[in-house]
């Protein structure tokens, strides 16, 4: 039976900060590495032992995952990294401070560019601070200015259903090491979840998330390791 384990990067810097980050590189706090080393050690002590790994272009994402392999002893597993698990763009609100931008313009409206399906923020200006355009490992990537989670959702699943899904149907055991967003796209994808239903889920840092799946890659359990 193929298993597929998610991983949220452990508690970021701008997580520490209550900043929206997005595409944003920011790296892990000492706490997100406790996280991070902590989900590896209850891989290995659960005996569920990942032979292939997936990560996003983002450091946090990066670094959680050679945390959690290096404390699962599996550092040395073939590892695959693609902008297409990149955490959803967040456009115009990237850098801000998540509580005075609910002041500012009202917490509703927050709400709903934050966890509405299909409404993204405003997009980002060019220029801007956190512009990535000059970032080499976005040469040739046509990097969106905002997302929602219906953007997200369209990059995510023909990367899933192109180069994971094939390692699943051969049998590895695959990691993902990633981002909220682009880890509620999978989940949402494989439980079956309604697009209404989606935004009222939250995915915790640093928290293994099993997936059984059949032949056919369908769901046929999905668990908190820490709870099995």
């Known amino acids: 039976m193929p298993k597929l384990i998610l991983v949220r990067h452990g508690q970021s810097q701008w997580n520490l900060e209550n900043r929206f980050?997005?595409?944003?590189?920011?790296?892990?706090?000492?706490?997100?590495?406790?996280?991070?080393?902590?989900?590896?050690?209850?891989?290995?002590?659960?005996?569920?032992?990942?032979?292939?790994?997936?990560?996003?272009?983002?450091?946090?994402?990066?670094?959680?995952?050679?945390?959690?392999l290096e404390a699962a002893g599996r550092l040395w597993i073939p590892e695959t990294k693609d902008w297409r698990l990149n955490e959803r763009h967040y456009g115009g609100l990237t850098g801000l401070d998540k509580a005075e931008t609910a002041a500012k313009h009202g917490e509703d409206q927050v709400k709903i560019w934050r966890r509405s399906f299909d409404i993204p923020p405003p997009p980002q200006e060019a220029g801007s601070t956190f512009d990535l355009k000059a970032d080499p490992r976005?040469?040739?990537?046509?990097?969106?200015?905002?997302?929602?989670?219906?953007?997200?959702?369209?990059?995510?699943?023909?990367?899933?259903?192109?180069?994971?899904?094939?390692?699943?149907?051969?049998?590895?055991?695959?990691?993902i090491a990633a981002h909220g967003n682009s880890l509620r796209?999978?989940?949402?994808?494989?439980?079956?979840?309604?697009?209404?239903?989606?935004?009222?889920?939250?995915?915790?840092?640093?928290?293994?998330?099993?997936?059984?799946?059949?032949?056919?890659?369908?769901?046929?359990?999905?668990?908190?390791l820490a709870e099995r």
């Open 185 to 224: 796209a999978l989940v949402k994808h494989l439980s079956g979840i309604s697009d209404a239903d989606i935004t009222g889920l939250e995915i915790p840092t640093g928290q293994p998330i099993v997936y059984e799946l059949d032949d056919a890659l369908n769901a046929v359990d999905r668990y908190y």
């Open 138 to 175: 976005y040469a040739g990537i046509a990097i969106p200015d905002t997302e929602s989670l219906k953007d997200t959702i369209a990059r995510v699943l023909p990367y899933y259903d192109s180069a994971i899904a094939p390692q699943l149907q051969a049998g590895e055991t695959v990691i």
């Open 21 to 68: 980050t997005g595409w944003w590189d920011v790296d892990l706090t000492a706490k997100g590495e406790d996280e991070a080393r902590a989900a590896g050690a209850l891989l290995g002590a659960k005996g569920l032992l990942p032979s292939v790994a997936f990560t996003s272009f983002q450091t946090r994402a990066i670094r959680t995952l050679h945390f959690a």
